[in-house]
């Protein structure tokens, strides 16, 4: 299976329907298959914090949701993390396509991503960078159950490894 | 529109009114399930205030957001999706909202029809020394509703009309914008800020728990 197939099937596994994100080139499959799959419910937002804001509200309800972004997406969120995500013990699902790095052509992505590490280790929220096919479904799984049970915010960091990331092109 | 025709479009055709009163009228008009998100700010010190119960106690399905800004419409539109049962208010602030206009355009693209959006436009960021918002300059926020989509988004034109939007807001499909103008008055009260307490109530309040 491809890593967006493997994402698809574990979100379906732990009922998270909601998806909402912000479009990336290298996270267009895995949209593409949850829009084609009726049991979620997928939409494009805004923003990132808007898409954040969604999920937490989703969960407070009694739904599970994830929000898709990419890296300078990501950069947008620390306000609403420290403020809404952690503070308010919301489990809040976030799965950011790495960019800025193994072979970035633009440099504002390569400045942008070096943010996201410290500031997800200056609030304490688990993350985990996604490098290997045969380690995804272990890694979704077992965060997915731990961020429902400890009610803490988790971050996959899908790396271009994985997912072969975006290439440049002339 | 046609169904909003006695209401006024325009923000300079609303009465000034009284962001407590205003409040307190929508919290009587409320039976005891539907979900209410205050912004932060004046806006949820006064939901607070609005939401003590006459016994003791205080109203159980209500968010208090203690920072995120501008994000009230995107959480109670995360309510409205998980719960599509249950009518979900969110209390917003004109400062607020104007930092994220674009969730009124998602919320009508997603077409929720159990979301009122009520914004409480004194034209200023009260809290922060009375600095005058973009609305205080001009910008009308139910005029910016329409043309993100969302039809039925008017202002309310004193008190009376207000109930009458609400009320409808809480019988009829949405999702529906009311704009509030309201004066400079102080908060009632202060919201107590213990977020772990207000998201366990919240959610005991919603059923999950």
Redesign the interface.
Do not use: D, E, H, K
């Given at each position: 299976m491809a890593w967006h197939e493997i994402v698809r099937d574990v979100l379906k596994r732990h009922t998270v329907n909601l998806v909402t994100y912000v479009p990336d080139n290298v996270l267009r499959p895995l949209i593409d298959g949850v829009e084609a799959d009726a049991f979620f419910t997928a939409f494009a937002c805004t923003r990132e914090e808007e898409a954040l804001g969604i999920v937490a509200g989703a969960w407070m309800g009694g739904r599970r949701g994830i929000l898709l972004m990419q890296t300078s997406g990501f950069a947008t969120l620390p306000n609403a993390i420290a403020s809404l995500a952690v503070p308010f013990q919301i489990p809040v699902v976030m799965m950011v396509s790495e960019r800025g790095t193994l072979g970035e052509f633009n440099i504002g992505q390569s400045l942008v991503a070096r943010t996201m590490r410290p500031v997800l280790d200056a609030l304490a929220v688990e993350h985990h960078t996604m490098t290997r096919l045969d380690e995804a479904e272990f890694i979704l799984d077992r965060s997915l159950v731990q961020a429902y049970a400890t009610m803490a915010p988790v971050c996959f960091i899908l790396s271009p490894l994985l997912t072969g990331g975006k290439v440049f092109a002339k | 529109m046609s169904a909003l025709s006695n209401h006024p479009v325009s923000r300079d055709q609303a009465k000034v009114m009284n962001r407590f009163e205003v409040t307190r009228r929508l919290i009587g008009l409320l039976r005891h399930d539907e979900?209410v998100?205050g912004g932060i700010g004046y806006t949820n010190f006064d939901l607070w205030a609005a939401s003590a119960l006459p016994g003791g106690g205080r109203r159980g399905p209500n968010?208090y957001?203690?920072?995120?800004?501008?994000?009230a419409?995107?959480?109670?539109?995360?309510?409205?999706?998980?719960?599509p049962g249950?009518r979900v208010f969110a209390l917003e602030g004109d400062g607020s909202i104007l930092m994220?206009l674009?969730?009124l355009?998602?919320v009508a693209?997603?077409g929720v029809r159990n979301l009122c959006i009520v914004i409480m436009d004194n034209g200023a960021y009260q809290i922060t020394g009375g600095q005058e918002t973009a609305a205080g300059q001009g910008a009308d926020i139910a005029g910016i509703a329409r043309a993100s989509g969302l039809r039925q988004s008017a202002w309310a034109a004193d008190e009376d009309a207000f109930a009458e939007l609400a009320g409808r807001a809480l019988t009829e499909d949405g999702p529906w914008l009311i704009g509030c103008r309201i004066d400079g008055g102080k908060p009632v009260d202060t919201t107590e800020r213990d977020?772990?307490r207000?998201?366990d109530q919240?959610?005991r309040g919603?059923?999950?728990r």
């Open positions: - | 979900a998100v968010f957001m203690l920072g995120s800004m501008g994000l419409v995107p959480i109670a539109l995360g309510v409205a999706l998980a719960q249950r994220q674009g969730s355009a998602t693209a997603r977020p772990a207000i998201r919240f959610m919603l059923g999950v």
